[in-house]
């Protein structure tokens, strides 16, 4: 059983960052691919980004390509989603997610964080 607690969420205004962090805990992080989701108010829940255990394998949401950056430290078992030049469409509770493989397939995702909530305001 894979654990997973988000945190670093808040209330920016466009073009603000923030880093999201994930910590993962009751397995081997290193061997886990980890996805970034979003779920904003009155839509389904969409992929945002997703790191390989081989950490030169990164994929992302067209929309947010340029933007926001995924990574991982292994020896920390947390992975980061770096956000910059936010817009107010970034907006939703974001969610942190362990796979068996690397997928943009938010079914193949078995185990979710809380989430943590982003505002972007204008």
């Known amino acids: 059983q894979v654990q997973l607690v988000e945190s670093g969420g808040g209330l920016v205004q466009t073009g603000g960052s923030l880093r999201l962090s994930c910590v993962a805990s009751?397995?081997?992080?290193?061997?886990?691919?980890m996805g970034w989701f979003r779920q904003a108010p009155g839509k389904e829940r969409e992929f945002v980004a997703a790191i390989a255990w081989t950490v030169t394998m990164t994929y992302y949401v067209d929309s947010v390509k340029g933007r926001f950056t995924i990574s991982r430290d292994n020896a920390k078992n947390t992975v980061y989603l770096q956000m910059n030049s936010l817009k107010p469409e970034d907006t939703a509770v974001y969610y942190c997610?362990?796979?068996?493989?690397?997928?943009?397939?938010?079914?193949?995702?078995?185990?979710w964080g809380q989430g943590t909530q982003v505002t972007v305001s204008s």
């Open positions: 009751g397995r081997s992080f290193s061997s886990l691919n």
């Open positions: 997610a362990s796979a068996r493989i690397i997928t943009r397939n938010k079914e193949a995702y078995d185990t």
